[in-house]
T-cell receptor
Framework: DAKTTQPPSMDCAEGRAANLPCNHSTISGNEYVYWYRQIHSQGPQYIIHGLKNNETNEMASLIITEDRKSSTLILPHATLRDTAVYYCIVSNYGGSQGNLIFGKGTKLSVKP | KAGVTQTPRYLIKTRGQQVTLSCSPISGHRSVSWYQQTPGQGLQFLFEYFSETQRNKGNFPGRFSGRQFSNSRSEMNVSTLELGDSALYLC?????????????FGPGTRLTVT
């Protein structure tokens, strides 16, 4: 079973920041938080990952709470092309389990 | 670099038949994982191959099998197809074994079993 809880859907206005929350209260010390997204009819796309520090790349920012029990993915200026299902996943980094356990994710709809 | 490629993109088979799907990972990537995606169950891990050896396996029946070649290309096979095997089959590659970070997914093969 997925170790994360995400809202099933969210709306965001184009050009505004999209803040996608994720709860992972049972995360263990060696587990990272990963975010992927899946645009309709495509394979999932890696966005970002982090352990305990906030992370930023060209796609998004990841904010992890100090107790690591929750995180937020931030798309700073959402566009219509960001409409997708966003998956928050916790997993060992480079551990023996090379698989990702996907939950149901959050369907983000960016509206004009 | 070229991305992960999967062939064929679409496939229609009949119950009881078998099917083989192919995946070519990103050049230099040695780990290939397979996932099944259905509307009811979502994305589920099938298995992972690294250096021609299956390293991890999900909770699927033995009708689902795979292999990896020396050039890291991978195939998965489903025998005795059932209607419930209709799904999008996704392949993902990454540079290292067990690297659940930054897996790069292909576009998938849409399998329809009638």
């Amino acid at each position: 079973d997925a170790k994360t809880t995400q809202p099933p859907s969210m709306d965001c206005a184009e050009g505004r920041a999209a803040n996608l929350p994720c709860n992972h209260s049972t995360i263990s010390g060696n587990e990272y938080v990963y975010w992927y997204r899946q645009i309709h009819s495509q394979g999932p796309q890696y966005i970002i990952h982090g352990l305990k520090n906030n992370e930023t790349n060209e796609m998004a920012s990841l904010i992890i709470t100090e107790d690591r029990k929750s995180s937020t993915l931030i798309l700073p200026h959402a566009t219509l092309r960001d409409t997708a299902v966003y998956y928050c996943i916790v997993s060992n980094y480079g551990g023996s389990q090379g698989n990702l356990i996907f939950g149901k994710g959050t369907k983000l709809s960016v509206k004009p | 670099k070229a991305g992960v490629t999967q062939t064929p993109r679409y496939l229609i088979k009949t119950r009881g038949q078998q099917v083989t799907l192919s995946c070519s990972p990103i050049s230099g990537h040695r780990s290939v994982s397979w996932y099944q995606q259905t509307p009811g169950q979502g994305l589920q891990f099938l298995f992972e191959y690294f250096s021609e050896t299956q390293r991890n396996k999900g909770n699927f029946p033995g009708r689902f099998s795979g292999r990896q070649f020396s050039n890291s290309r991978s195939e998965m096979n489903v025998s005795t197809l059932e209607l419930g095997d209709s799904a999008l089959y996704l392949c993902a590659s990454s540079p290292l074994q067990g690297s659940s970070y930054e897996q790069y997914f292909g576009p998938g093969t849409r399998l329809t079993v009638t």
